[in-house]
């Protein structure tokens, strides 16, 4: 064989997105410090402003026990009590942190956004914006599920196992806590299709990929349904029908964008 045959191959390029320029390590923790630093003073007047409001937030996330209460005609109001002095202190501060964390939402994703977007290709750059704008929609999304359609249907089947001798009493430290998880669960389960297309976007997989993988997909749906929930029956269902049906919904959108991609430019 001689040394024309013997085909020696390239190296790749080191990868270098537009307008990148070499930062060393310290440079870089410099860079994430003044982002993280950035980013907890614009949260620290929304968790203000959540503190104002606090006691309309806490009226918001008991406001679901109420149909389920009154439906199961059980006694007295549906209140929450607290035992120990400083539950009601510390469910207001975790209340009106959640609420000041999603209120400034946009200016930490926008940190975040100014921190990775150097590193990014002009194609990844261009999926970055919608994807963020499509994830606090699908998050919102599968918080007003939960909250409209799942919750007070589930308190329903929940509080249903009261009786004369077994009389529900909700406490504070465990409610919020439990409410809190079943509505990020639910925001989270709704994230399904964006970050399905994102995949597909960025060419880590196609349409035909994520078909062929779909009948696992609702073995672990079903194992995810039972992780994320209390375990009865309806809100089992009302998870794991969401996320068998927001996968098929990202596998539309990754074929679409399968197709958008074979087509010649010009």
């Known amino acids: 064989m001689t040394s024309e045959q013997i085909q020696v191959p390239e190296p790749q390029p080191r990868r270098v997105a537009e307008g990148d320029q070499e930062m060393t390590f310290f440079e870089h923790l410099g860079e994430l410090r003044s982002r993280l630093l950035r980013a907890i003073v614009g949260l620290i007047p929304a968790v203000a402003v959540g503190w104002v409001f606090k006691k309309e937030i806490k009226d918001f996330l008991v406001a679901p026990l109420q149909p389920a209460w009154e439906k199961l005609n059980l006694p007295g109001e549906a209140v929450l009590r607290f035992a120990g002095p400083a539950d009601a202190f510390m469910m207001y501060m975790k209340n ?14 926008w940190q975040l956004w100014m921190f990775i977007a150097p590193g990014l290709y002009k194609k990844e750059k261009a999926l970055a914006i919608p994807f963020i704008i499509a994830s606090t929609v699908c998050f919102a999304g599968g918080a007003v599920f939960g909250y409209k359609l799942v919750f007070p249907e589930a308190f329903t089947v929940l509080l249903g196992f009261s009786d004369e001798t077994l009389v529900a009493t ?29 995949l597909a976007g960025a060419g880590i997989v196609t349409w035909k990929q994520l078909l062929k993988f779909s009948r696992w997909w609702i073995v672990c749906a079903a194992f995810i349904s039972m992780l994320l929930t209390p375990q009865d029956v309806y809100t089992m269902v009302m998870m794991l029908v969401p996320l068998v049906l927001l996968y098929f919904v990202g596998v539309g959108c990754a074929y679409v964008i399968g197709v958008f991609q074979k087509k010649p430019s010009g």
């Open 96 to 109: 009106s942190l959640i609420a000041g964390v999603l209120l400034a939402s946009p200016w930490i994703f």
């Open 170 to 198: 909700l406490f504070v430290k465990d409610y919020m806590p439990f409410f809190r998880r079943m509505l990020l669960a639910f925001g989270i389960v709704f994230e399904v299709p964006v970050i399905v297309t994102f």
